[in-house]
Structures are given as C-alpha cells and as structure tokens.
C-alpha cells in the first residue's frame, strides 16, 4: 500500500501519539473506562450465547475487523487535525486560547 507525504513524515509520531499517548488517556478517562466495561460485558455475553465454533470465529473475525477500522478512523482524524491545525488555532485565538508554539519545539 502507498504511504501518504504525512504517513511518511509523521507515522513514528502518530503511532505513538494515537497508539500510546492517547490509548493512555483514554484508559484514565471515566467515561471511556466505563464504556469499554460495558463493551466488554456485552461482548463476552454475546460470545457466551454463541453455540459453535463457526459463529465463535466469525464473532472473533467481526471484532478484529472493529478493532482494525477503528484504528484507521484514528488515524484519519490525527491527520485531519494536522491539516486543520492552522484552523483550529485561528478560532481558538478568538475565544483567547492561545498556543504556546515555543512549548512544543523539540
């Protein structure tokens, strides 16, 4: 598959940033915690209630595919917000929330 300009530039930074940073923030978010419960209760149910091996796999086969899309959305957003940074910024500015660019410098 043909990475984008941005894979190429950014995709150490956004695995880390998306795979780690944010998978870390969510797991200390009460709401995502308590979501991800709720998933994983509803989930294993529905695994329970399942009474064979074919309709097993295929349930394993349908979370990974979540799992995998989901990934991807992650992605697209991370890099919808770099395209809509300048953006962003302008209308945070409005409401005076200004951006320390300085903090962010390596």
Known sequence: ???TVVEKA???IMEER???VAREKAANDP???SADVKRTT???QLRDALTTKTQRTLLDDLEGAWIFTGAL????AYRQGIE???MIHQE???FGVLIDREKYKA
């Open 1 to 3: 598959m043909k990475k």
């Open 10 to 12: 950014f995709i150490c």
């Open 18 to 20: 998306i795979h780690q």
């Open 31 to 33: 709401e995502y915690t």
């Open 42 to 44: 509803v989930f294993n």
């Open 73 to 76: 959305l992650q992605e697209f």
């Open 84 to 86: 809509d940074s300048f």
């Open 92 to 94: 945070l500015k409005k």
